[in-house]
Structure formats: C-alpha cells, structure tokens
C-alpha cells in the first residue's frame, strides 16, 4: 500500500511560481510511475504531468509545457511540481497519483493511488 501526501499549495499571483511535493510512504516509488492531475471547480480532473520513476522520463500536457517542471528525489522518495508563470487558468486542486509499472499514461482512471490534494489559487 502506498499513501501520498501533497503540500505546497497556496494563493499566488498571476506569474509567480510554486512548488508542490507528494511524499509517498508505504513503499518506495521504484518500479512505479507518478503522475500530477488537477480539478478545477465544474471541470473534470485533468493531466499535468508524470515522469517515470526508473529512468525519470517526464511527460506534460500542452497546457503546461514549458511552464511546470516535475522531478523526483530518490532519498526523499518524494515528487515535485515546480509551476512557474502561473496563471489563473492553473487553478485547481491539484492531486498526486501513484500507478505500479514504468508504463507512464494520463489517464486517471488507470492509477492506483492518489494524495488528498492541494489547492492552488492564482489570481489575476
């Protein structure tokens, strides 16, 4: 079993950054994949980005590409989202999933964990 904590949310303004983090507890993120997704208020949940825990491949949506980063840290068996010139497009809550497997996908429905969420509210 694994369980996913995200932090790092918060009320920023239109062009600034931020970093989440999902921490993951229960077992390491080797042999898995992890994804960003988000859900803002009347919309359904969304892909961000994923990177592939083995050899950090990283994948993002169009929507994001250029302006958000994900990463990971092997000690810390922790994700990171760093979201530069953010918009309020950008904001949601936003989830960590978790899914057994190198196959990367952005369908949520194929992830076997996710976090509570964090918000992110970026105002114009």
């Known amino acids: 079993q694994v369980q996913l904590v995200e932090s790092g949310g918060g009320l920023v303004q239109a062009g600034d950054s931020l970093r989440l983090s999902c921490a993951a507890s229960?077992?390491?993120?080797?042999?898995?994949?992890v994804g960003w997704f988000r859900q803002a208020p009347g919309k359904e949940r969304e892909f961000v980005a994923a990177?592939?825990?083995?050899?950090?491949?990283?994948y993002y949506a169009d929507s994001v590409k250029g302006r958000f980063t994900i990463s990971r840290d092997n000690a810390k068996n922790t994700v990171y989202l760093q979201m530069n010139s953010l918009k309020p497009e950008d904001t949601a809550v936003y989830y960590c999933?978790?899914?057994?497997?190198?196959?990367?996908?952005?369908?949520?429905?194929?992830?076997?964990?996710w976090g509570q969420g964090t918000q992110v509210t970026v105002s114009s």
């Open positions: 999933a978790a899914r057994s497997g190198v196959v990367v996908t952005r369908r949520s429905y194929e992830y076997d964990y």
């Open positions: 229960g077992r390491t993120f080797n042999n898995y994949s």
């Open positions: 990177i592939r825990w083995a050899f950090a491949n990283t």
